[in-house]
């Protein structure tokens, strides 16, 4: 399984951005989808996740700017980013793992099932 994030770049304060993430090849089933980030100097941090059932749990920071979605159908995963704030400058990752990881985990895990894609940066001016 490979992802790929596409849509990062720079804007203003207040402005909005939309992720891609693409993966090829075969998901479990079971698998849920996520967008996590990480800021220089700062822990890798789960921004949005969405579950194989659709379940859906936002960080904290993000909760009512940022939207997820998914369409399992093209195996994509969208992150729609509104009111986009300077603190929101990260690179941005995208990944694919079983649901319960997506939700409680933020680095990759042994075992083969955990697949990210590389990061796409970010970055949001004052």
């Known amino acids: 399984v490979q992802l790929q994030a596409s849509g990062g770049g720079l804007v203003q304060a207040g402005g909005s951005l939309k992720l891609s993430c693409a993966a090829s090849?075969?998901?479990?089933?079971?698998?849920?989808m996520g967008w996590y980030r990480q800021a220089p100097g700062k822990q890798r941090e789960l921004v949005a996740g969405?579950?194989?059932?659709?379940?859906?749990k936002y960080g904290d920071s993000v909760k009512g700017r940022f939207t997820i979605s998914r369409d399992s159908a093209r195996n994509t995963v969208y992150l729609q980013m509104n009111s986009l704030k300077p603190e929101d400058t990260a690179v941005y990752y995208c990944?694919?793992?079983?649901?319960?990881?997506?939700?409680?985990?933020?680095?990759?895990?042994?075992?083969?099932?955990?697949?990210w894609g590389k990061g796409t940066l970010v970055t949001v001016s004052s």
């Open positions: 990944r694919t793992a079983p649901d319960i990881v997506v939700f409680t985990t933020t680095s990759q895990i042994p075992g083969g099932m955990d697949y």
């Open positions: 090849g075969t998901i479990g089933s079971s698998n849920g």
């Open positions: 969405i579950s194989s059932g659709g379940m859906i």
